[in-house]
C-alpha cells in the first residue's frame, strides 16, 4: 500500500513537517559548483591547457640531425672487437698482480718440500759414491774412525795426558 | 626530402631493417619520424639544448644497436622512448652528482637552467608553466611532461615507465595540484 509520506507524517500528532534544511551554506556556493565540477572532470585542474614549450632550438637542426646520427652510427659500427679501455687495462694490471703474488707465494711456501726432497735424493745416495767423490774432489781419504786411530802411535797414558792438557780429563769440563 | 621507406610503417621499417642493404635509409627514415618528439620530451626535462642534443644523439646510437634484435613485445614508439626516458633521467642523476646537489637541491638546479634561456620571461605563463613543472621530481615530472605535452595514453605511459597504470595516474594527479598550487601562488 502506498502512503503519502506527508499524510504519514502529519499522522504522528504534532510534530512540525518542514520541506526546508536548517543547515547554512558558503554565499556564491551554488554558482561555483558547475565550475569545480569541470575543473575536477579536467584532468588538468586548472592549470592552462595547450601551453606550449617556451625553449628555442637552432635554425636548420631537425633537418641537419638525421645525416649527424648516420654519420655517428657508421663511425659506431667500425669500431669493431675488443675496445681497449683503460678500465680494461687496470683489470689486466691487477688480473697480473695477483698472479705474480700467487706465484711468489707458491715459491716460498714450497722451499721445505724441495728441501726435503733433496734430503731424500741424498739419503739414497751410495757411501762409496759419496767417498769417491771425496777423494776426487775434497782429497779427504779416509773417513773411518778406526783407521784413523790405528795410526796414531800412543799409549793409554799419553792419551789420558792428553786429555787432562785439553780439559777434557778427569779434572777438565 | 622525402625517404624512400618513408611510406612504411614502423613494423615494416624494422623489417626492412635487417636487410644490410636498407639499413641506413631506413634508420633516417626513422630518425625523421621520430626525431622531434624524442627532442622534445628529452628538452623539456634537461632545458639546454646542448645537453638534449647530446643525450638525443646517445638514445639513436642505442636505438641503431638494438633495433635488429627488437622484439615486437612492445611497440617502436614505446621502445623508443623508453630508451629517451632512461638516457635523460641517467644524464640527470649524473650530472647532480657531479655538480654535488644536496638532495633538496633539484628545484635549484632545474630553476638556473630554466633563468639562463634566451628569451626568458618569469610573467609569461609559458615559463611560469616550465617553473612549476622544474618543482617537480624527476619521475614525477616525466610523467607530468608524457600526459600533458605528448596527449600519451596511459597504457603506452605505463609500458615506457614500467609503472602501472594506477600509479602513474596518481603520480600525474599529484603532479597536476603542485602545479597548480605553485601557479596560484603567484
Known sequence: MNRDIQDELEGLGNLPVRRSMPYEVPADYFLKVEDRVKAAMNETGTVPQGVATPYEVPAGYFETLPARIIALVGEASKRRGMVITLRSIRWAAAALLILMIGAGSYQLLDRPQVATQEANWLSNVDEAAVEEYLDEEAGVTELAPQDGLEKIDAGAEDIVSYLDETGWGENGY | ?186
Open chain 2, 1 to 186: 626530402m622525402a625517404g624512400i621507406y618513408d611510406h612504411l610503417d614502423d613494423t615494416a621499417l624494422i623489417m626492412t631493417f635487417r636487410k644490410a642493404e636498407a639499413r641506413e635509409a631506413v634508420f633516417t627514415t626513422l630518425v625523421r619520424r621520430y626525431q622531434e618528439r624524442l627532442y622534445w620530451h628529452i628538452r623539456r626535462m634537461v632545458v639546454v639544448h646542448n645537453d638534449a642534443d647530446d643525450i638525443l644523439q646517445n638514445v639513436f646510437v642505442k636505438v641503431w644497436k638494438g633495433l635488429e634484435g627488437f622484439r615486437e613485445e612492445s611497440n617502436l614508439y614505446t621502445w623508443l622512448y623508453r630508451i629517451a626516458t632512461n638516457e635523460t633521467l641517467s644524464w640527470l642523476e649524473s650530472q647532480k652528482r657531479h655538480a654535488a646537489v644536496p638532495v633538496d637541491g633539484n628545484e635549484a638546479f632545474f630553476e638556473n637552467k630554466l633563468v639562463a634561456q634566451r628569451d626568458y620571461d618569469g610573467n609569461r605563463i609559458e615559463w611560469r608553466l616550465q617553473q612549476a613543472i622544474g618543482k617537480l621530481p624527476d619521475k614525477q615530472r616525466v610523467v607530468f611532461n608524457l600526459r600533458y605535452y605528448d596527449e600519451m595514453p596511459y597504457e603506452d605511459m605505463s609500458r615506457v615507465l614500467e609503472t602501472s597504470v594506477g600509479a602513474l595516474k596518481a603520480s600525474y594527479h599529484h603532479a597536476v595540484k603542485k602545479v597548480e598550487e605553485f601557479l596560484k601562488g603567484g
